[in-house]
T-cell receptor, first 116, second 115 residues
């Protein structure tokens, strides 16, 4: 399967714990995006990377959230001191900019986080 | 600011009948428009997009969408619905300006196709 993969698919944690999610984009996709989706809502943008550089962060991304893409391939999203309001589906997407008309973001299956 | 409206929380249609899922958008400049489908506990699956060119865009699984600039709409259509089309559908927009990178999604429309 050459699509976007995310790990883990499900995470249950207690309030106050730290969690880390991983995203592996489609090979050679230089842009990688993180979104958050809560129940009954569409995905909301969190942040994106061009290669290893984090170019934009949403105001939704509080100080407790940090994302990295150290080698321009996979990315991690860490949430520190989790709160119940962090419970959501975290979606990763990737795309290439090498074809100007491609512009399509391809999404992974998501990581569902439940904070107890 | 970019925004998307999907006015219907749910659309019900009988199998074999045509379906329409509505979407209107607001964006500065020209829009890039997308439809995605989401099955339970799954990520989003790309269906089709409008970037430029013909206003009628054809996509996966027999779906198509019509871009209407004057009405700022991008409705999703299918001539004959299948039960397996039952899912959650999201419309998304991004401004064509390279300064806009994020997709802005609507709240989704649940499509229910009855046998």
């Amino acid at each position: 399967d050459t699509g976007v993969s995310q790990d883990p698919r499900h995470k249950i944690t207690k309030r106050g714990q730290n969690v880390t999610f991983r995203c592996d984009p489609i090979s050679e996709h230089n842009r990688l995006y993180w979104y958050r989706q809560t129940l009954g809502q569409g995905p909301e943008f969190l942040t994106y990377f061009q290669n290893e550089a984090q170019l934009e962060k949403s105001r939704l991304l509080s100080d407790r959230f940090s994302a990295e893409r150290p080698k321009g391939s996979f990315s991690t999203l860490e949430i520190q001191r989790t709160e119940q309001g962090d419970s959501a589906m975290y979606l990763c997407a990737s795309r290439t900019t090498r074809d100007g008309y491609t512009d399509t973001q391809y999404f992974g299956p998501g990581t569902r986080l439940t904070v107890l | 600011a970019q925004s998307v409206a999907q006015p219907e929380d749910q659309v019900n249609v009988a199998e074999g009948n045509p379906l329409t899922v509505k979407c209107t958008y607001s964006v500065s400049g020209n829009p890039y428009l997308f439809w995605y489908v989401q099955y339970p506990n799954r990520g989003l699956q790309f269906l089709l997009k409008y970037i430029t060119g013909d206003n009628l865009v054809k996509g996966s699984y027999g779906f198509e969408a019509e871009f209407n600039k004057s009405q700022t709409s991008f409705h999703l259509k299918k001539p004959s619905a299948l039960v397996s089309d039952s899912a959650l559908y999201f419309c998304a927009v991004r401004g064509a300006n390279t300064g806009f990178q994020k997709l802005v999604f609507g709240t989704g429309t649940r499509l229910l196709v009855s046998p």
